[in-house]
């Protein structure tokens, strides 16, 4: 544009008498020199740590509401599972306590089972139950090897502890001549019972341990299940030919003796305990 001429020459020729405003226009061909200015630069950062922190705050939220759909989740299937049991429970409840008349019509075995129940729940046993038992039972019947005469015999001697009117929890038709049952059992122990019912108990413990077993307030809770076995007579009636029955007395039994066992050593004088020797140590 100048003929090769540089700068200074156009220097000299203009002088000092106006300023030189050099742009990119006036050398295309250099390079551009343009930065982003800080303000930018700073914009782009802040926006970067925005977006940054509203990931984080998505992420949050979005945890926060899972949970709390788990929660309520988890809330909705306990109140279903409680339901459930609800109704599980009146539908027992129901079943139980239809009238007599009802399984009468539907189900002898059913209404002789009842029968059974309703005349263990007076508080003992004497000779209403003994001919109710005669004649609704078998003469061939068993129960764990006890002939008829033998179940009636234990019965009056453990009737003052178990023919109470303990809740029926359930009863239900197995087959058509089986009858399945549960009873919930609460016996306070005293020294009559053991006598009755848990002899060896007497023979294998001593006297220390038997007195607080008997007379510290010890009850035992269980429940007992029967099922009954029933025969058609010629004639048309049902007799109940057998019998079995399962509980865990024993075993509650037994840990309520090892706890009167320990109370008793603790109560028994010279005994001392390992906190009482530390501190005299």
């Avoid at 106006?18 to 050398?27: D, E, H, K, L, M």
């Avoid at 002939?147 to 234990?154: E, G, H, V, W």
């Avoid at 006297?207 to 007579?233: C, P």
């Avoid at 008793?264 to 305990?273: D, E, I, T």
Wanted: include cysteine; charged fraction near 20%; aromatic fraction near 8%.
């Amino acid at each position: 544009m100048f003929g090769g001429l540089g700068p200074s020459w156009l220097l000299q020729k203009l002088g000092n008498t106006a300023p030189i405003v050099i742009t990119q226009r006036s050398f295309p061909n250099l390079p551009s020199m343009t930065h982003p200015s800080p303000t930018t630069a700073l914009s782009a950062q802040e926006k970067k740590i925005r977006r940054r922190v509203q990931c984080k705050m998505n992420m949050r939220c979005y945890r926060e509401r899972r949970k709390r759909n788990v929660s309520n989740l988890e809330d909705a299937i306990a109140t279903l599972h409680a339901q459930i049991d609800a109704l599980a429970a009146q539908k027992r409840a129901l079943e139980v306590h239809r009238p007599l008349s009802f399984y009468a019509e539907h189900s002898a075995p059913m209404a002789l089972t009842m029968q059974y129940k309703n005349m263990m729940s007076q508080g003992g046993f004497g000779p209403t139950q003994e001919a109710f038992f005669r004649s609704t039972f078998s003469p061939d019947f068993m129960a764990h090897g006890r002939t008829l005469d033998n179940f009636i015999s234990m019965w009056y001697r453990v009737g003052q502890f178990f023919a109470q009117p303990n809740p029926l929890l359930a009863m239900a038709p197995v087959r058509a001549n089986i009858v399945r049952f549960e009873v919930s059992l609460h016996v306070e122990i005293t020294r009559p019972l053991l006598e009755a019912c848990f002899g060896y108990i007497l023979g294998h413990e001593d006297e220390a341990t038997i007195d607080v077993l008997a007379g510290g307030g010890y009850a035992m809770d269980t429940i007992m299940e029967r099922i009954f076995y029933f025969d058609q007579l010629e004639d048309g009636r049902y007799v109940i030919a057998g019998s079995s029955c399962g509980d865990n007395r024993a075993a509650v039994m037994a840990s309520l003796v090892a706890h009167a066992r320990e109370t008793a050593r603790a109560k028994a004088p010279g005994v001392l305990s390992i906190t009482h020797l530390l501190h005299v140590s």
